[in-house]
């Protein structure tokens, strides 16, 4: 089966995502003015934040307690207690002086991982509109909602994984880019350690297809 005809993005296609992230954003509009949360605000339960203006100062451990966050505390030094993924990503920002970035990036994650979903349906020849309606009751239509709208530190592992795992079975459907599956493999496993065993099996499905294909 070919499937490089089916993923290559089509003028419909991108007029269809973009339709996509308008609906999902539109439906996270509404939380927001319910909830206050807007993705330019900083959030109270910033422990990524935390964690990498701490790396940036040289130290592992955040300095001192916070008792409204979940911390490890070892040796008298408190730690955060969740996979450390998200506070890459937000160094750079962070480097820069924005400490409120947790909520815009929590945003496009969310986007991505939707997005991302539109085109595993579009692999399987599912029509655009379908596929965005599926998007959408995958998305906006279940509890992905309460996660994906809120850049709570709880929250934000769900958000990555769902992003990292769509990603990953994209890759897997074009049985290539095998180094950058490696990759995306090693942020799953700074992420959960289910994200590295999806991530893990979808390399392997990649190996078996490709040594299948050479002996043909």
């Known amino acids: 089966m070919n499937t490089k005809r089916i993923l290559k993005n089509t003028d419909t296609d991108y007029i269809s995502i ?4 308008l609906c999902v954003t539109a439906v996270f509009f509404v939380a927001w003015t319910f909830t206050g949360q807007w993705p330019w605000k900083s959030q109270a339960y910033n422990s990524y934040i935390l964690q990498a203006q701490s790396w940036l100062e040289g130290r592992l451990d955040l300095g001192r ?28 920002f962070v480097l820069v002086g924005w400490d409120s970035c947790d909520s815009i990036i929590a945003f496009a994650v969310s986007l991505l991982g939707a997005v991302y979903a539109f085109k595993i349906l579009k692999h399987f020849d599912i029509e655009s509109k379908t596929a965005i309606f599926f998007t959408l009751l995958l998305t906006v239509g279940s509890n992905w909602l309460m996660t994906a709208q809120n850049a709570w530190v709880w929250f934000s592992r769900s958000k990555y994984g769902f992003y990292i795992k769509s990603y990953g079975n994209i890759l897997c459907f074009e049985k290539q880019n095998r180094s950058f599956t490696c990759i995306l493999g090693m942020c799953g496993r700074l992420q959960t350690v289910p994200n590295i065993i999806s991530a893990c099996t979808s390399i392997s499905d990649i190996q078996r297809t490709q040594s299948s294909q050479s002996r043909r």
Do not use: G, Q, R, T
Not at 18 to 21: A, F, R, S
């Open 18 to 21: 973009l339709l996509l992230c």
């Open 65 to 92: 307690d916070y008792p409204y966050l979940e911390l490890a505390i070892f040796n008298n030094k408190y730690y955060v207690s969740f996979p450390p993924f998200p506070s890459y990503v937000m160094l750079p």
